[in-house]
């Protein structure tokens, strides 16, 4: 592993505490922060896939699925905050 950056080896990390069956934590990893999210259930898919078959490979298709529920959640908090942001500057 010569060669590679500190990112590259948290991400290898991270993979491989996964497929050891590990789950990763800290605040991204947080249940709360998926179940306020909406995307528990995509998020449980994702583990329970993972300790079934120890091998990211094999789910890729529910990975995309929560993968795509985090991005539509991310793009109406980001809707919303700007349509804070604009009621507040127009009351200002």
Known sequence: MDGWTNTQMSEWR???DCLAGQTPSGPLHSPLLF???GCAAS???VQERMAQHQDRRQCQPQVRAFRDCMSEQQ???REELQRRKEQGSVHS
């Open 14 to 16: 991270k993979k491989e």
């Open 75 to 77: 793009a109406r908090r």
């Open 43 to 45: 998020h449980d898919a």
């Open 35 to 37: 179940s306020r999210s």
